[in-house]
């Protein structure tokens, strides 16, 4: 449950960065940390944690990565601009939730 409104959340910041201040892949990554340290049950921060780990470890693999960097410095790292780097990860969460549905 917490999942599926979490995925809705991103994806409708996705379709309007600007309305929530999120500027770059690094404002959205604090939305993600902000998200994951809500006052919420402990069976839905586990949740709420695979799925965001399960995340990273999708970017690290789509990015051919040797090490396990954290998803924000990869997206952003081979972006070519911040508006750039929101576009990439709005495409490469979307591709990793169809993954998981």
């Not at 959340?9 to 600007?18: A, L, T, V």
């Not at 997206?75 to 508006?83: A, E, N």
């Amino acid at each position: 449950m917490v999942n599926e409104h979490f995925i809705k959340f991103i994806q409708s910041i996705n379709e309007k960065p600007g309305m929530y201040l999120v500027n770059n892949v690094r404002d959205m990554n604090l939305i993600f940390l902000g998200y994951l340290y809500a006052p919420i049950d402990k069976k839905e921060a586990d949740s709420l944690g695979e799925l965001i780990s399960g995340f990273n470890m999708f970017v690290n693999k789509h990015y051919k990565s040797k090490s396990d960097y954290h998803w924000a410095k990869l997206i952003y790292f081979h972006s070519s601009s911040d508006t750039n780097s929101i576009e990439v990860f709005s495409t490469l969460f979307d591709k990793f939730v169809k993954g998981i549905r």
